[in-house]
């Protein structure tokens, strides 16, 4: 059953980025992805949505870095600037892992 499980969470994960992409397009259109403001303000929802995520899933660190780096190929897959997307990516895997550790500094039975 453990490839059952794994096939799953693929699919969770693929979920989840997609619906953080659409949160992102919904904010910044591909034309106005230079616009630092716009793309701050946007990635704050998507941090929002993805920890809420995060929370309902029960999710560890290694399940935060692969919804976070799908979600910056799911940008790039729509037109996104490459180094615009890996810096979202990385910024969000950052910031889940950060809130992962404190969670687990807080409760060590929790550890990944």
Do not use: C
């Amino acid at each position: 059953m453990f490839w059952l499980r794994n096939i799953t969470k693929s699919e969770d994960v693929e979920s989840v980025a997609s619906s953080l992409v659409e949160q992102f397009e919904r904010q910044v259109s591909v034309a106005k992805a230079g616009n630092t403001r716009l793309v701050q303000r946007a990635f704050q929802l998507v941090l929002a949505q993805a920890k809420g995520e995060e929370r309902k899933r029960e999710w560890r660190g290694g399940t935060s870095a692969r919804v976070a780096h799908t979600f910056g190929w799911k940008l790039v897959e729509h037109g996104y600037p490459e180094t615009l997307s890996m810096s979202l990516a990385k910024a969000l895997a950052v910031r889940l892992a950060h809130d992962i550790s404190e969670k687990n500094t807080r409760n060590p039975t929790a550890a990944d």
